[in-house]
Nanobody, 122 residues
């Protein structure tokens, strides 16, 4: 079993950048396929980006493609989401998740962090 803790959220102006982190304990991240999801107020949680356990494959939601980058530091056992050219519509709570399937559906991810708030002002 793995425990996930996100950090790095905050308030940023539109066009700015922010990096959120997800530190894992209990198991190594390379054991899992990892993903970032987000949930805005009044909306359903949605897929943002994913990284395969091998670290080779990635994919992104169309809304963030070209602006966000998912990565992993095996020595730190940490997952990152680098966000650039942020827009007000990126405002949400960002969650990292770990699972056994390289998928975009929430149901495939068994372990979740508590989330970190990202707010983008216009």
């Amino acid at each position: 079993q793995v425990q996930l803790v996100e950090s790095g959220g905050g308030l940023v102006q539109a066009g700015g950048s922010l990096r959120v982190s997800c530190v894992a304990s209990g198991r190594t991240l390379s054991t899992y396929n990892m993903a970032w999801f987000r949930q805005a107020p009044g909306k359903e949680r949605e897929f943002v980006a994913r990284l395969s356990a091998s670290g080779v494959r990635t994919s992104y939601a169309d809304s963030v493609k070209g602006r966000f980058t998912i990565s992993r530091d095996n020595t730190e056992n940490t997952l990152y989401l680098q966000m650039s050219n942020l827009k007000p519509e990126d405002t949400a709570v960002y969650y990292c998740a770990a699972g056994s399937v390289f998928a975009i559906g929430l149901q495939y991810y068994r372990y979740w962090g508590q989330g970190t708030q990202v707010t983008v002002s216009s």
